[in-house]
């Protein structure tokens, strides 16, 4: 996985695939924030879980 496009659709199986721990974090506090919150976000060679581009 070299390009970021297999490294996109990785993130996006990521997304619907969340562990328990991932999805209690997500659906009973992150996503309630008054800001945008990306789940499974690309930044360069890594995926990282939660992204607050705002903060």
């Known amino acids: 996985m070299n ?8 993130a996006q199986t990521l997304r619907k695939n969340m ?4 999805k209690h974090l997500w659906y ?4 309630k924030q008054p ?3 990306n789940r ?3 930044l360069g060679k ?3 879980d939660f992204l ?3 903060a």
């Not at 390009?3 to 990785?10: C, R, V, W």
């Open 3 to 10: 390009s970021n496009k297999d490294l996109t659709a990785l």
């Open 19 to 22: 562990t328990r721990e991932e």
């Open 28 to 31: 009973d506090f992150l996503k």
């Open 35 to 37: 800001l945008t919150i």
């Open 40 to 42: 499974q976000k690309v």
């Open 46 to 48: 890594y995926i990282v």
């Open 52 to 54: 607050c581009e705002d």
